[in-house]
Structures are given as structure tokens and as C-alpha cells.
């Protein structure tokens, strides 16, 4: 999700908090930090602005680890990069381990490994078109018969043509959900169409004091395939109590071809309501779900935390609750978990960026960094008896 979109949005819903599609918003107050391991060292930095590192581990490969992040290298909208029309675009990288040293793609056969962000290239830049013309981010990508499968999020200008903002503007941005498909994660053929998109957005006036559409303005996509189905956790605005909640959408075809997409969860009933910047993985029986929604605090950046959720479906949530800041950084965001196999658990990594901070407040991110913690079997258990509890409790509620 691009710094100013959130910026606009954090300030419209910060100090609302609430849960929502059938999911408890109790443990939004519970502080997990203690439960999470972390040394404070970079994975990944010296760069403008980038964010959200997805990490996929390809088997047998010399460089185990791929991994996507998006946002600015050198210079603000990467104005720096040749061919680049938009502002935010995708970089790709990659690493013999999880803490690096990470190499970063900067172009034909090259890969960085000196950390210096002007020799990176992006993989991906914005189009011509008016659902992608100015933003292309937050990659989420999963390997699957040995190619690589990203959604990712595009901004265009709309129909009218003009930015949000700029005088004549009447419809705003419009944002959505692109899909993507390659056999290298550097060289990627697009969908045709946003394969994900609130068709009512098209031409719309936007929202008071803000770009984003109600119930619309899909973006900020988390994939996974499971059983043949490739199933997608994404962010929409939500107006009144919703703020930016999460949606849930299927392909069970082309993953490129618009028409196979079916959004399930949406509109007026989100998985999760307040859940920005969703990511989702899968550590055994359970589903767990990262965002970094706001807890009150009125500062629009400083108010938003890493929070946790865990699901049996992905449908229904209990929030499980948040983490604290580095020592060094005044707010910690865009989270991306990766999971490694443990001795019958699971081993829970997150990626996440550093704001940078300070006065007046640098809303860029600096840094990348890496916590992770052990989910044994016995936690795995518990959750799912206490979901099950919650389940039957909300059926009874309800009636037939």
C-alpha cells in the first residue's frame, strides 16, 4: 500500500478499532512481544524507501531464498530508474539465507551484492493504463509447478485522467489487484486486466477528504495456493467503523484471466474490519493472518502495530494481538511472514520495514528486519480448540 494513500487513510480512522465478519476483537489489546525473538540487525537497507519483502524458498536452488519488495531505491518515485513512468515499483532480490546478504536484481544477468541501491533495476513499473499508471507494490508471490505466481497492487489516475488531487480530479485514484506469472521472478507477463477490482470505482467520485472508494479501492494482496486453489487475502475501504478491512477473494482457473476470480468476502461483511496491509500464511492446521491496523493513538503512523490473527478457514478471525516497536524505530509496519517446517511445528518468521521517524515525522521506511518465534503443535491445538468454541458459541447466537 503506497506511504500516501496511507497516510490520507490512517488519518480518517485512527482511534477506531473494531473487528468484524464474525471475529473477536479482544485480543487487539493483548501485547504479544515478548513472544517473538529478534536482535535488531538489518536484513535489508541503504536504500530510499522499500518495504514488504515476500521470501519464497525455491528447493535445491543456489540461491534458496527469492524474495519481492516494493517502493523507492534511490530517489522518491524512483526517478532515478530508466523507463520508469509511475512512483512505486517492485524490485526483486535474493539470498542463500533469510538474513542475507541479500543481492537485489539490477538488470540483464546482474544482481547487486555490494548493498549500493543505485546499480537496482525493478522487475516491475506501471503501465499506461487507467488502473495502472502511477503504483506498482505490495508483491505477493507463491511457486507453483515450478513458475512463480504474483498479485500485486496498481494505482492508475482513473477515467478522467487527472491525480488524485490536481484541480479537475473527480473520480480519484482507482486501485486494484494485478496478476502476474513468471518463470525467473524477474521477467513477468501481466494480466490483461486487473484481476481483482471494485468495477463500481470506475469513473466514481471518491470519498470526502480522501482517495479511496466505499467498499472499493481493492489493494495490498496476500496469496496462497492450497488444493489447486489460489486464494487471496486483500485490503478495501471500508467506511464508518470498517476503516481498511480485509477481503477475501478465489481463482480456481487461469490465475490470469479476470472472469476466474471470485471475491467471496467483501463489501459490507469483511474478514476483518481495521486489518490493513494483510498477509497470510499457513502453519499447519491454522491459518495466521498480519496486519498493522491503528490502536487508538491519534498519530497517524506511530498509532499502527504489527498485530496477529489466526483463523481455521480464513474467513472467520480471532485476533491474538500485537507487537511493539524496535528500541530504534518509532513505528514498525507491512508485515510478511515466512514459514520454515520445525520438529512437528513450525518455525514463524515476519519481515518488516523501520520507519525512519523523527521531526518533522520521515514516514519512509529505511530498513528491513526479521523476528520470528517457534508455533508447536501444542499451540496449534489449543487455537483450534478455542476456534472451534467460538464457532459453535457464534452458531448458537444466531439460531438456525
Given at each position: 500500500?503506497?506511504a500516501?494513500?496511507?497516510?490520507?487513510?490512517?488519518?480518517?480512522?485512527?482511534?477506531?478499532?473494531?473487528?468484524?465478519?464474525?471475529?473477536?476483537?479482544?485480543?487487539?489489546?493483548?501485547?504479544?512481544?515478548?513472544?517473538?525473538?529478534?536482535?535488531?540487525?538489518?536484513?535489508?537497507?541503504?536504500?530510499?524507501?522499500?518495504?514488504?519483502?515476500?521470501?519464497?524458498?525455491?528447493?535445491?536452488?543456489?540461491?534458496?531464498?527469492?524474495?519481492?519488495l516494493?517502493?523507492?531505491?534511490?530517489?522518491?518515485?524512483?526517478?532515478?530508474?530508466?523507463?520508469?513512468?509511475?512512483?512505486?515499483?517492485?524490485?526483486?532480490?535474493?539470498?542463500?539465507?533469510?538474513?542475507?546478504?541479500?543481492?537485489?536484481?539490477?538488470?540483464?544477468?546482474?544482481?547487486?551484492a555490494?548493498?549500493?541501491?543505485?546499480?537496482?533495476?525493478?522487475?516491475?513499473?506501471?503501465?499506461?493504463?487507467?488502473?495502472?499508471?502511477?503504483?506498482?507494490?505490495?508483491?505477493?508471490?507463491?511457486?507453483?509447478?515450478?513458475?512463480?505466481y504474483?498479485?500485486?497492487?496498481?494505482?492508475?489516475?482513473?477515467?478522467?485522467?487527472?491525480p488524485?488531487?490536481?484541480?479537475?480530479?473527480?473520480?480519484?485514484?482507482?486501485?486494484?489487484?494485478?496478476?502476474?506469472v513468471?518463470?525467473?521472478?524477474?521477467?513477468?507477463?501481466?494480466?490483461?486486466?486487473?484481476?481483482?477490482?471494485?468495477?463500481p470505482?470506475l469513473?466514481?467520485?471518491?470519498?470526502p477528504?480522501?482517495?479511496?472508494?466505499?467498499?472499493?479501492?481493492?489493494?495490498?494482496?496476500?496469496?496462497?495456493?492450497?488444493?489447486?486453489?489460489?486464494?487471496?487475502?486483500?485490503?478495501?475501504?471500508?467506511?464508518?467503523?470498517?476503516?481498511?478491512?480485509?477481503?477475501?477473494?478465489?481463482?480456481?482457473?487461469?490465475?490470469?484471466?479476470?472472469?476466474?476470480?471470485?471475491?467471496?468476502?467483501?463489501?459490507?461483511?469483511?474478514?476483518?474490519?481495521?486489518?490493513?496491509?494483510?498477509?497470510?500464511?499457513?502453519?499447519?492446521?491454522?491459518?495466521?493472518?498480519?496486519?498493522?491496523?491503528?490502536?487508538?493513538?491519534?498519530?497517524?503512523?506511530?498509532?499502527?502495530?504489527?498485530?496477529?490473527?489466526?483463523?481455521?478457514?480464513?474467513?472467520?478471525?480471532?485476533?491474538?494481538?500485537?507487537?511493539?516497536?524496535?528500541?530504534?524505530?518509532?513505528?514498525?509496519?507491512?508485515?510478511?511472514?515466512?514459514?520454515?517446517?520445525?520438529?512437528g511445528?513450525?518455525?514463524?518468521?515476519?519481515?518488516?520495514?523501520?520507519q525512519?521517524?523523527?521531526?518533522?515525522?520521515?514516514?519512509?521506511?529505511?530498513?528491513?528486519?526479521?523476528?520470528?518465534?517457534?508455533?508447536?503443535?501444542?499451540?496449534?491445538?489449543?487455537?483450534?480448540?478455542e476456534?472451534?468454541?467460538?464457532?459453535?458459541?457464534?452458531?448458537?447466537?444466531?439460531?438456525?
Open positions: 500500500m503506497s500516501v494513500r496511507w497516510a490520507v487513510l490512517a488519518a480518517m480512522c485512527a482511534g477506531a478499532v473494531h473487528a468484524g465478519g464474525g471475529s473477536s476483537d479482544a485480543g487487539r489489546r493483548g501485547d504479544r512481544t515478548a513472544l517473538w525473538r529478534r536482535d535488531g540487525r538489518d536484513v535489508l537497507s541503504g536504500f530510499r524507501n522499500l518495504y514488504n519483502l515476500r521470501v519464497v524458498r525455491v528447493e535445491g536452488s543456489r540461491y534458496p531464498y527469492r524474495g519481492w516494493f517502493g523507492w531505491a534511490v530517489e522518491d518515485c524512483n526517478r532515478n530508474a530508466p523507463g520508469n513512468r509511475g512512483c512505486d515499483a517492485i524490485f526483486a532480490a535474493r539470498s542463500r539465507a533469510l538474513d542475507g546478504p541479500w543481492e537485489v536484481w539490477s538488470g540483464g544477468d546482474g544482481w547487486d555490494t548493498g549500493n541501491a543505485s546499480r537496482w533495476r525493478p522487475v516491475m513499473t506501471a503501465q499506461d493504463r487507467p488502473w495502472d499508471e502511477w503504483h506498482n507494490g505490495d508483491p505477493s508471490v507463491v511457486r507453483v509447478g515450478g513458475r512463480f504474483m498479485a500485486y497492487s496498481a494505482t492508475g489516475h482513473n477515467l478522467d485522467g487527472k488524485y488531487g490536481v484541480e479537475g480530479d473527480r473520480d480519484g485514484s482507482i486501485l486494484c489487484i494485478m496478476g502476474a513468471s518463470a525467473d521472478g524477474v521477467h513477468w507477463k501481466r494480466s490483461p486486466e486487473p484481476i481483482l477490482i471494485h468495477r470505482d469513473g466514481a467520485p471518491h470519498v477528504h480522501g482517495e479511496s472508494h466505499a467498499f472499493g479501492s481493492y489493494h495490498r494482496p496476500s496469496l496462497l495456493h492450497e488444493r489447486g486453489v489460489f486464494r487471496l487475502w486483500f485490503d478495501y475501504w471500508h467506511p464508518g467503523d470498517g476503516g481498511v478491512s480485509m477481503g477475501y477473494a478465489e481463482c480456481r482457473g487461469d490465475f490470469l484471466n479476470p472472469a476466474h476470480w471470485r471475491v467471496l468476502r467483501a463489501g459490507r461483511n469483511p474478514c476483518l474490519k481495521q486489518f490493513p496491509n494483510p498477509n497470510v500464511v499457513r502453519c499447519g492446521r491454522l491459518l495466521h493472518a498480519f496486519g498493522d491496523p491503528p490502536t487508538g493513538d491519534p498519530h497517524p503512523w506511530i498509532t499502527r502495530r504489527i498485530t496477529e490473527a489466526v483463523s481455521a478457514d480464513g474467513l472467520r478471525w480471532t485476533v491474538l494481538g500485537f507487537v511493539r516497536a524496535d528500541a530504534d524505530a518509532p513505528a514498525i509496519h507491512v508485515p510478511e511472514a515466512f514459514v520454515e517446517p520445525l520438529a511445528g513450525h518455525r514463524l518468521h515476519v519481515f518488516y520495514a523501520c525512519n521517524g523523527g521531526e518533522p515525522y520521515d514516514y519512509r521506511y529505511s530498513r528491513i528486519r526479521r523476528m520470528y518465534r517457534d508455533v508447536l503443535p501444542s499451540e496449534t491445538a489449543r487455537l483450534a480448540r476456534l472451534a468454541r467460538t464457532s459453535i458459541s457464534e452458531r448458537r447466537r444466531k439460531g438456525p
